[in-house]
Each structure stands twice: as C-alpha cells, then as structure tokens.
C-alpha cells in the first residue's frame, strides 16, 4: 500500500512471484467512472473507492493459497474494509517523501493518475498505526532490498 508511484506495481509482482501466489494491480479494478475521473484530475471520493475496494477484498479472499495486490489502501478506513473481507490481511506500506514520489511520476507519462493528484493523496494518507501490524519500508532503498525486507514480514496473529 502507498501512494501513487511508491512502487506498489514494482514491489508487488516481485513479492507475488518469491511468494509464488497471483499478483494484481488494483488499478486493474477501477471502474471506468474512477478512471475517467481521475484522468480529469478530480480526487475519487469515498463512495467511488467503496466498490472498488469490495471487489479487490473479494479477490483476494478468492485466492485459495493467498494473493498480493497493489492498492493504495490510503486510509484506515480502506485497509479496515479489505480485513474484513480478508482477516489476517498482511500490510507493506511503501513509504517515500513528496519529492522522490514526484519525480517516480514524472517518469511515468501516461498513466491515468495525473501527477497534479498527488497533494490529494498525501492529503488523504493515514500511515498506518502501530495495532495495524504494517511493515513500514523506505522507497527510497532498491527494489531488490524492499523484497528482502518483505520476504520476513511476520505472520499475522
């Protein structure tokens, strides 16, 4: 979980493959009202990011030997909506300052998420709380060191 280019569709198939379950990209699962919003540079709002977050915790419990998904998951609220759907869900919460995301989406041209939303997501960010169990990784290290980091996260109680 984390921002927009934190690096969650970097991080995420390299940790699904280690771990060999699926991967997938929640973006994959927008509705095209979401990204026809978005794409405009108009915020979603909670009521646009309820369905798209049901139908992710779906999947995810769908996945009979586990799963890892890329979600942004940017508020207690979300992350609390994906436990329900699956208990024990595990967190990796990539982490980067505002600077580094930014130049992370100014390589990216052409995806749907513009780079003027990324104040709204900063905005809408709540890090997750210690009781939340999270790992916490700095997006500022190599990819290779983000999965070694992953690769011991605890087990779930």
Same mark, same amino acid.
């Given at each position: 979980?984390?921002?927009?280019?934190?690096?969650?569709?970097?991080?995420?198939?390299?940790?699904?493959?280690?771990?060999?379950?699926?991967?997938?990209?929640?973006?994959?699962?927008?509705?095209?009202?979401?990204?026809?919003?978005?794409?405009?540079?108009?915020?979603?709002?909670?009521?646009?990011?309820?369905?798209?977050?049901?139908?992710?915790?779906?999947?995810?419990? +769908?996945?009979?030997?586990?799963?890892?998904?890329?979600?942004? #998951? %940017?508020? /207690? =609220?979300?992350?609390? !909506?994906?436990? &329900?759907?699956?208990?024990?869900?595990?967190?990796?919460?990539?982490?980067?300052?505002?600077?580094?995301?930014?130049?992370?989406?100014?390589?990216?041209?052409?995806?749907?998420?513009?780079?003027?939303?990324?104040?709204?997501?900063?905005?809408?960010?709540?890090?997750?709380?210690?009781?939340?169990? +999270?790992?916490?990784?700095?997006?500022?290290?190599?990819?290779? #060191? %983000?999965? /070694? =980091?992953?690769?011991? !996260?605890?087990? &779930?109680?």
């Amino acid at each position: 979980m984390g921002v927009s280019g934190s690096g969650k569709s970097t991080l995420g198939p390299m940790l699904a493959e280690a771990l060999a379950v699926p991967f997938a990209d929640a973006d994959a699962f927008h509705p095209p009202a979401n990204i026809e919003k978005m794409s405009r540079g108009e915020a979603l709002t909670d009521a646009d990011r309820t369905p798209w977050l049901m139908a992710l915790g779906a999947w995810l419990a +769908a996945q009979p030997q586990g799963g890892v998904i890329g979600c942004s #998951a %940017l508020k /207690r =609220a979300y992350r609390d !909506l994906l436990r &329900a759907a699956v208990p024990g869900l595990r967190l990796i919460f990539l982490s980067g300052s505002p600077e580094l995301i930014a130049a992370r989406q100014a390589a990216r041209p052409g995806h749907f998420m513009p780079a003027s939303l990324m104040a709204s997501q900063f905005a809408t960010l709540e890090p997750p709380a210690p009781e939340e169990g +999270a790992l916490t990784l700095d997006i500022a290290q190599p990819p290779e #060191a %983000l999965l /070694r =980091a992953a690769l011991i !996260l605890p087990q &779930a109680n």
